[in-house]
């Protein structure tokens, strides 16, 4: 009757499981000392003993006490914890970067520095919080991305190894063998019908998500701030270039299939290590890690926020593939339309970003780098001398290391990194730095349409009584008023 986390109720926790209530998968794991295995909270075997169960916060802590993954549930298969968004303590930065794949391409030393700490200090305060230090949680991030591989794809197991981050065969075949009790063979021989096998470095994938999820206002968002040539959104299907360690990369999903529990996604990359990093980037672009449910329920006991909860159930907080590209968006959009913002972008995509091959011939060039913005960008930006000399700065900061922006950053960091910078206010700064962090808890009071929703509902939004969800509602009040504008079809 144990937990590896002060964060975790051994009581909560076992009622959990109990109920097989599956809002928790993924947000802890139940090991069975019976048994030696662990599971997600709904796994549908026999509730165990309580004298026989510990909670373990990280797949990772139970791993590392020496219990493998279950077979029948597969608690690897489950969303991100949304503590790792709602949260902004160390823990929950380390993890963001971690499944961004920090650690395998620049060691727990990069990790650390990134995140101001030293190795040792991180460690210490890791394994205290989630049961594990960052080499395990890594690892466990690698057992699961492999995991998907073997059961999904028909790639060679060399190459699953490469593409999950793993440094030899070696490594990758214990490394599975110890988590999932199973050879590599094995666990593919277990998946039935083995799909056709890809062109190179294309993959399809299930990105597992909690309902209820807003696809209406997904499609919305997606298409409206759509920037040609470098996206395209066509009903539930969205497809965007990423910009990514190995190169530029193309992604699509298929957003049809939330009912059941998923989306589908394809990606085509230039270097199969980038896998684990374009999947944790398209969950953050499209909030897959969210607990919607505990999100409706407490924005639901405002009463004047209730119907619009009852309108659009599990509204997603958009986040970003690249806080680079991010930020400048942002920049080119200031005080214009959400079109007109598409058309410039798209201009400045077209003229100075790097030419990408797609089949279908929708998507044609990456963002452009700060680099080349910082460059020639005053050859294609249009409008106000002042606004096109901001951008070209903090291109030139960005391009030159002066300025970093990653999701292990806290709020008030990015807040403050950003507000230094010319040509940015508190409502970029807001704006910025909810989608970089994914961060729940910012109420954009100052966003004209945020406020009209607002007026129009009577709601005082001074200060922010719904936290943790104060984005959230920016999000409920921005789709109040450009559906009552009409702008989007209920």
């Known amino acids: 009757m144990t937990t590896s986390s002060p964060h975790l109720d051994f009581d909560r926790c076992y009622r959990a499981i109990a109920g097989r209530d599956p809002r928790f998968d993924g947000q802890f794991y139940t090991a069975v000392a019976t048994t030696g295995i662990y599971c997600r909270p709904s796994c549908p075997a026999t ?55 920090v650690v395998d391409r620049s060691g727990v030393a990069g990790l650390a520095d990134g995140l101001g700490y030293s190795t040792r200090q991180l460690t210490r305060v890791l394994t205290a919080e989630l049961g594990a230090g960052p080499l395990a949680l890594a690892r466990a991030h690698r057992a699961t991305t492999a995991r998907i591989l073997i059961t999904s794809s028909a790639l060679p197991f060399s190459d699953i190894a490469f593409a999950a981050g793993f440094t030899s065969i070696r490594q990758f075949n214990d490394t599975i063998r110890e988590v999932f ?93 980038d896998l ?17 449910t505990a999100v409706d329920e407490a924005l639901a ?17 958009f986040g970003c593939v690249d806080p680079a590209e991010l930020l400048l968006r942002t920049m080119i959009g200031q005080q ?25 011939g929708r998507l044609t060039h990456a963002f452009p780098t700060p680099a ?39 709020r008030a960091e990015a807040r403050t ?3 230094r910078l010319r040509g940015v206010g508190p409502w970029t700064a807001d704006y910025v730095a ?33 936290s943790p969800w104060g984005s959230y509602v920016s999000l409920h009040l921005w789709n109040h008023s450009l559906t009552t504008d009409r702008r989007i079809t209920p």
């Not at 077979?71 to 489950?78: F, G």
């Not at 684990?276 to 919607?292: G, M, N, Q, Y």
């Not at 808890?441 to 939004?461: C, H, N, P, Q």
Request: proline share 6%.
């Open 276 to 292: 684990s990093t374009a999947v944790a980037r398209l969950r953050h672009l499209l909030d897959l890690d969210a607990d919607p």
């Open 47 to 101: 509730t165990p003993k309580p004298q026989n169960v510990s909670f373990h916060v990280t797949a990772a802590a139970a791993q590392a006490a020496g219990y493998r993954a279950c077979r029948r549930c597969l608690p690897d298969a489950v969303p991100g914890s949304p503590r790792w968004n709602v949260e902004s303590d160390l823990a929950a930065r380390a993890m963001r970067l971690i499944a961004d794949g």
């Open 181 to 273: 009790a199973r050879t590599p063979s094995e666990l593919r021989a277990q998946r039935g019908p083995a799909p056709a096998a890809p062109s190179t470095g294309e993959l399809s994938l299930r990105l597992a998500l909690r309902g209820p999820y807003a696809t209406g206002w997904v499609q919305w968002f997606l298409a409206a701030h759509a920037v040609a040539g470098l996206e395209h959104a066509d009903g539930d299907r969205y497809a965007r270039i990423l910009s990514l360690p190995g190169g530029n990369g193309i992604a699509s999903v298929d957003l049809g299939s939330v009912s059941d529990g998923y989306i589908r996604a394809s990606l085509s990359l230039a270097a199969m290590s």
């Open 417 to 419: 990194e950003l507000l």
């Open 336 to 360: 214009i339309s959400i079109a007109a913002a598409a058309t410039h972008q798209a201009r400045l995509v077209a003229a100075l970003g790097a030419e990408v091959d797609d089949p279908s």
């Open 434 to 466: 909810m989608r970089l962090l994914a961060d729940p808890d910012t109420l954009l009071a100052s966003d004209l349409v945020v406020a009209r929703g607002a007026e129009r509902l009577g709601l005082d939004i001074a200060r922010n009584r719904w």
């Open 372 to 410: 080349s913005v910082a460059e020639r960008g005053a050859e294609v930006l249009t409008g106000p001398r002042t606004r096109i000399a901001a951008i070209l700065g903090v291109a030139a900061e960005l391009a030159e290391g002066r300025l970093t922006l990653h999701a292990g950053m806290t």
């Open 301 to 317: 006991a405002d009463p004047q926020l209730a119907p619009l909860v009852a309108r659009t159930p599990g509204i997603r907080l």
